[in-house]
């Protein structure tokens, strides 16, 4: 019995701050993707990586230097779409 009231009591804690989400059958799944603007395929990002054990300073430089470059990736790509303009001639 104190078994289960500690294992409420931590999943309150660890759901503290967030927000349910209901799905209904209409809803549309577009919005349930990563990113909305990419047609089919998975939102999954290749250069992602899962970090097993004590995360090391060459680690973090690793990510950080990841992350970096997906931030660079996706600048890049907005400013090719935005130097099209809406009719898609550049």
Known sequence: ?????KNESYAKQANKNRKEVALEPD???GHLRANVFQEGGNDKNPKTIQIQGPKTRSMT???VDTLQQMVADITSKAQGEKDK??????
């Open 85 to 90: 303009g809406p009719s898609g001639e550049g």
């Open 1 to 5: 019995m104190q078994i289960e009231k």
């Open 27 to 29: 809803d549309d799944p």
């Open 61 to 63: 430089k690793q990510s």
